[in-house]
């Protein structure tokens, strides 16, 4: 019913930055929260950043200041904006998206995940 596709991601050296971009399509009547997760290996999938239709985000601890989420509404889009990489930040990062339909159900959807690694 409604696809989440990710592009942006890659390898890059520490330090330097990469964009994540993720667009909704399909039965989509209004999309509310939209944002990322990330998961390492051997460790949970863990939050990034959020943000409303309205725009208030929530970041992350372990990313304030490096990362920001946007959307346009437009769109149906979110990126992250990923500046000062680190290592750690090497992981999966998946978008999500919690969705009302035509039916006017609301669901959670999941992008397949972009791959980013930092390394020099």
């Known amino acids: 019913q409604v696809q989440l596709v990710e592009s942006g991601g890659g390898l890059v050296q520490p330090g330097g930055s990469l964009r994540l971009s993720c667009v909704a399509s399909g039965s989509i009547f209004i999309i509310y929260d939209m944002g990322w997760y990330r998961q390492a290996p051997g460790k949970q999938r863990e939050l990034v950043a959020s943000i409303t239709r309205d725009g208030i985000t929530n970041d992350a601890d372990s990313v304030k200041g490096r990362f920001t989420i946007s959307r346009d509404n437009a769109k149906n889009t979110v990126y992250l904006q990923m500046n000062s990489l680190k290592p750690e930040d090497t992981a999966v990062y998946y978008c999500?998206?919690?969705?009302?339909?035509?039916?006017?159900?609301?669901?959670?959807?999941w992008g397949q995940g972009t791959q980013v690694t930092v390394s020099s």
């Open positions: 999500y998206a919690r969705v009302m339909v035509f039916s006017k159900r609301e669901y959670d959807y």
